[in-house]
Nanobody
């Protein structure tokens, strides 16, 4: 059974940086992507980034491209989201989730609603405020 545990959320000023971590365990297949998704108050969920386990390709929504970087440490079974130049509108609960590679990459590139994913973490709150 796949389990995901996020960490690293917190309060940061506009222009600041945070790094989120997603520790994953329990995979029985190599065919998946791990992504980061967020849900702000009174807004739909948004797919923002993912890394494909099959070919290590990475994908980003336009809203975070150039500011956020996804990476992985296989030895630690952890996926990271480095978030730089944070904006007030980045305030949200951030979740990592696992899904089929093609579907996950597609919703991320579209910045679409986070759906059709298999396993979710519990989420961490990121607050960007002065």
């Amino acid at each position: 059974q796949v389990q995901l545990v996020e960490s690293g959320g917190g309060l940061v000023q506009p222009g600041g940086s945070l790094r989120l971590s997603c520790e994953a365990s329990g995979f029985t297949s190599d065919y998946y992507a791990i992504g980061w998704f967020r849900k702000a108050k009174d807004k739909d969920s948004e797919s923002i980034s993912c890394i494909n386990n099959v070919d290590n390709s990475t994908h980003y929504a336009d809203s975070v491209k150039g500011r956020f970087t996804i990476s992985r440490d296989n030895a630690k079974n952890t996926v990271y989201l480095q978030m730089n130049n944070l904006r007030v509108e980045d305030t949200a609960i951030y979740y990592c989730a696992v899904g089929p590679p093609q579907h996950t990459s597609l919703i991320v590139r579209r910045g679409g609603v986070a759906g059709g994913l298999d396993v979710w973490g519990k989420g961490v709150l990121v607050t960007v405020s002065s």
